[in-house]
């Protein structure tokens, strides 16, 4: 497995917002779809998954809620809240900025 | 939104710290499942199942460390920390109780001072009055803008037909009464006895929205001028007079002009004003004989503010009915106005400045108490260097060990306060013992859920300021330093010394201003027990006696009892008067012209005297002498010619150089006739010791009426005066079996007229013994602290052949630096603070010398002593022990 790029710092939270604005997912989901729609590329460490989502649970983004899986496991899901809507435009605002930027600092010609 | 956001945080942090299992268990499940997930997706990839989960978990790297940033995700951890170092603080106490227990007693006597006088603030100025809307209902009065005719309360009351005018034309209260009360002579049953009485007008009750538990309030037929009349009792007084026996309505209680009949008993707790017993609608068993004068100003206003009608709309509303009533009738009105103040401040009136001067006061105690135990918790910082070094190798950041540090003190603070709590439960119930009778609801004084809170206030608070500055400099540790040094010896840090000296200074300096204070109001006090008061109130009995008969029976009463009483064996002087000197409450006072009476227009600018109807020999029985002229005598009788003696300060005051023997005056009391001088008698202040004496126009009893027909007998005795209470007692129920009476003495009444500022001179002198007593601890400590720490080079300096004694005074003068620069702050913020105290001040300066003197004679004698132990232990040290050390 090739090892996957990093994030740039503070974009994990813009992702997970991202995903579970599509629909409510538990962890592993959100885990898989990322790297799925990603085609690989992003890939966030099992290890930092848990701690991004309740740090975003904390500050009222998203909410978790108990469901019962499609094979009928017991699982947390988290889906978007109304402020987490408005994070999500923001952040990505922010991100489209900074994209657009670096890119076009990177495609300036050398003399 | 963004409370909403704000809300929806706090309840998940509340969730995690009080479902903290639920949330553990959530976690456990939720990794739980994770990493199920995984392995089940490492199988699917052809894994067995035992290197799938090896996979699964490495891929997680750690679940416990996962599982701790999450929590840390949540700000779990303050709590737990916070748990974490209460027990550790907890340990800490039961390691060092005998520091524990030094500190918790400071910060108790501290906080249980300030609680205590809080107590006392908070029920008289604080809490609202015990009324429906309480913060509606207001005061009237009628003050003059010039002092010259200010009576004894300081305010001119309203008459009647002023009073009708305010009630009919101003639209700001919603109800509006007026009403005078007075001791009077009752009967219930067959006992004659005092009750407090108040005539009140018909709205009275709706100014107060009371209603009666027992029966109902007046009914408009009661309440008509001229009708019969109706009796509405207090709670009290149905409880103490009645046993609270429901068949009390429809009884009667005799002595108010005819018997009344009680119709309802108010609830419990209500007694407005003065405590009164019974109340009755006025104008209605008797006519007031001021009701139609616009001069008769002797009644008490107040009302009930309509909803929404602001103080400042009532006070310019009535204001413009003052101005009109000026106009309209000059001859009474002329520079008066109408003040509109709420209930609750008018109550209070100047009892407040004593009030916020010792809470002030005792605050200034807790700040020493504060500075005392920070001193004491630095003499600890240092000594747990080396712990606190270890706690920061092994990782703790500085912020975690000053928080576990505060949290210490904090559990000392709460300790303290729960402890102070204690003593200000003790505490209160001596002040209220301590405290004048008169001060406005005293009976209301408790702990309640605001000193508690307080209490628990403070107490935080005072953590802070006392730990703080210890734990910053406890954490500011160099590491390797600490570690270095053995355990046994202390590093002595050149700063904890300078912070200990500075603390010790501050608490010295503020020890020294509440001395101050102390001395000041000590001096002004002693000045005014020892003022001349222009009369002997030593070993006077004083008979307060009401003849339940119109005047002329009145008088036959006394003219019964006087010589009867004068042919007693032991009694030296025997007089009566209508108001003695220094009861302001019953003092009446009017204009005085000599010559001719002019016309009533020009009596309000006129000056006026205290009018006092005496017996003759009252002057004897005061010991007020007779400067000239001869006193009344039993041939001034009402078929005489109208006598009348004035005082020097009249005399001074309208006929200065004059013989006034043999001139004639018009006192406006009862009447308007012309009086002939026939003696001068010696000043006596009649508004008690602070204040200056008036002019005083003494009228014979005989030719007078006289106030309800009440006279206090005066009984001056040679000596032992004991048995003599009954003998008047069998005197005058032989005489007149209904008369009520009252015993007192002059000496007791003095007294009362000093409570107040024998009060706050009794606390202030309390606190200044606390704050002083606090201070020389501190010093001792300081001293202590150096001399353990210079010990080597002391016993260095005996072995190199110092004298004890020099090493004694060397000890001795730094201790007496320290409270030199102390006494010097403390002595210029005095210089500045004092001013303050001028009002209270009798007779005194709020920069009297002699005080500060003595401040700082005492202040020195304090550092000598409290340096005197740790210095002569330095002179013991022994030279050999101490250079071993070395």
Request: positive net charge; contains cysteine.
């Amino acid at each position: 497995m090739s090892k996957p790029a990093d994030l740039v710092q503070g974009t994990l939270d813009l992702l997970l917002l991202k995903i579970v604005a599509l629909e409510p997912l538990h962890a592993w989901a959100i885990s898989q779809r990322l790297k799925q729609v990603s085609g690989d590329v992003l890939q966030v460490s099992d290890g930092s998954l848990y701690p991004a989502l309740h740090k975003l649970e904390q500050e009222g983004w998203i909410k978790a809620e108990w469901k019962v899986t499609e094979n009928g496991r017991r699982a947390k899901f988290y889906s978007l809240t109304r402020p987490g809507r408005r994070a999500l435009e923001r952040e990505t605002a922010n991100w489209e900025r900074l994209a657009g930027a670096i890119s076009q600092v990177v495609r300036l010609s050398e003399v | 939104m963004l409370d909403w956001r704000w809300f929806r945080r706090l309840t998940l942090r509340l969730r995690t710290l009080f479902q903290r299992n639920r949330v553990e268990r959530e976690l456990e499940e939720e990794f739980q499942f994770y990493i199920e997930q995984r392995i089940e997706l490492e199988i699917a990839k052809g894994l067995s199942p035992e290197e799938a989960r090896s996979v699964a978990l490495r891929a997680i790297d750690g679940v416990e460390q996962r599982k701790e940033e999450c929590r840390d995700m949540r700000r779990m951890n303050y709590v737990d920390d916070l748990m974490r170092d209460l027990r550790y603080a907890g340990r800490a106490m039961r390691r060092n109780p005998g520091f524990a227990a030094l500190a918790v007693l400071i910060m108790a006597l501290g906080v249980g001072a300030n609680t205590a006088v809080f107590s006392v603030v908070n029920a008289v100025l604080l809490r609202p009055l015990s009324y429906r809307n309480p913060d509606r209902i207001v005061t009237l009065t009628n003050r003059p803008t010039t002092d010259e005719a200010t009576t004894g309360l300081g305010i001119r009351l309203v008459s009647i037909p002023n009073f009708q005018d305010w009630h009919d034309q101003n639209s700001s209260c919603e109800a509006m009464a007026y009403y005078r009360g007075d001791e009077e002579a009752v009967t219930v049953g067959s006992t004659a006895e005092y009750a407090q009485v108040t005539r009140v007008s018909p709205e009275f009750f709706r100014v107060f929205a009371v209603e009666p538990i027992l029966g109902r309030r007046f009914t408009a037929e009661e309440v008509k001028p001229g009708s019969g009349g109706a009796l509405v009792i207090s709670y009290a007084y149905w409880q103490s007079h009645f046993g609270g026996d429901p068949r009390v309505l429809g009884q009667t209680v005799g002595g108010l002009g005819r018997p009344l009949p009680i119709v309802g008993v108010l609830r419990p707790g209500f007694g407005f004003p003065d405590k009164t017993d019974l109340w009755y609608p006025i104008n209605t068993v008797f006519r007031e004989p001021t009701a139609n004068s616009r001069g008769g100003q002797n009644y008490f206003a107040v009302g009930r503010l309509k909803a929404g009608v602001s103080l400042e709309q009532a006070q310019s509303e009535m204001t413009l009915i003052a101005r009109r009533l000026e106009r309209q009738y000059p001859e009474f009105n002329i520079g008066e106005t109408v003040f509109v103040t709420r209930m609750r401040v008018e109550m209070v009136g100047d009892v407040r400045s004593t009030l916020y001067l010792l809470l002030g006061a005792v605050g200034v105690v807790l700040l020493i108490a504060c500075a005392n135990t920070a001193t004491l918790l630095l003499g600890k910082a240092t000594a747990r260097t080396r712990e606190v070094a270890i706690r920061a190798a092994l990782g703790a950041s500085r912020k975690r060990v000053v928080r576990q540090l505060v949290t210490e003190s904090l559990m000392l603070a709460l300790f303290g306060g729960a402890l102070g709590l204690l003593l200000a439960y003790c505490g209160s119930k001596a002040l209220v013992g301590l405290a004048p009778a008169d001060l406005p609801r005293l009976s209301e004084i408790r702990v309640d859920r605001w000193v508690l809170a307080f209490t628990l206030g403070i107490s935080v608070l005072t953590s802070l300021l006392f730990g703080l500055v210890p734990a910053l400099y406890a954490a500011t540790v160099d590491l390797s330093e600490a570690l270095k040094q053995g355990g046994r010896r202390m590093v002595s840090g050149v700063g904890i010394v300078r912070a200990r000296g500075v603390l010790v200074v501050a608490e010295t300096a503020l020890a020294v201003v509440l001395l101050s204070a102390a001395g000041l109001l000590l001096k002004s006090f002693e000045a005014l027990e020892s003022v001349a008061l222009g009369f002997q109130p030593k070993k006077a009995l004083i008979m307060k006696a009401t003849v339940p008969a119109p005047i002329p029976a009145a008088r036959q009463f006394f003219e019964d009892m006087l010589p009867q009483i004068r042919a007693l064996p032991g009694v030296l002087a025997v007089g009566a008067t209508m108001a003695l000197p220094g009861q302001i409450g019953s003092m009446a006072t009017g204009p005085y012209f000599f010559n001719h009476l002019p016309p009533q227009r020009e009596w309000p600018a006129a000056p006026s005297a205290v009018i006092s109807v005496v017996a003759p020999g009252t002057f004897r029985a005061l010991g007020i002498p007779l400067k000239s002229g001869r006193d009344f005598n039993d041939g001034d009788g009402s078929d005489k010619p109208l006598v009348a003696a004035v005082n020097e300060a009249l005399v001074r005051k309208s006929l200065p150089g004059e013989n006034p023997i043999g001139r004639t005056v018009f006192c406006l009391f009862d009447s308007a006739q012309p009086m002939t001088i026939i003696g001068v008698a010696g000043d006596v202040r009649e508004r008690g010791p602070a204040r200056e004496p008036m002019p005083e126009c003494y009228i014979p009893y005989r030719q007078h009426a006289f106030n309800g027909p009440t006279l206090s007998i005066v009984v001056r005795t040679a000596g032992d005066r004991s048995g003599l209470e009954e003998t008047l007692r069998r005197l005058a129920n032989k005489t007149s079996p209904t008369v009520p009476m009252k015993f007192t003495t002059m000496e007791a009444m003095l007294s009362e007229n000093v409570a107040t500022p024998r009060f706050r001179t009794l606390l202030l002198a309390v606190f200044a013994g606390l704050a002083v007593c606090l201070a020389m601890a501190g010093i001792y400590g300081v001293m202590a602290y150096t001399v353990g720490q210079r010990s080597n080079e002391f016993g260095l300096r005996i072995a190199l052949g110092a004298s004890t004694n020099s090493v004694v005074r060397l000890v001795l003068r730094q201790g007496l630096a320290l409270a030199c620069i102390g006494l010097a702050l403390g002595l210029a913020a005095s210089v500045a603070g004092t001013r303050l105290l001028k009002s209270m001040l009798f007779e005194v300066q709020p920069n009297d010398p002699l005080v500060y003197v003595a401040v700082a004679v005492l202040l020195g004698v304090v550092a000598l002593v409290a340096g005197y132990v740790p210095a002569s232990r330095a002179a013991k040290i022994d030279p050999l022990a101490a250079l071993r050390q070395e």
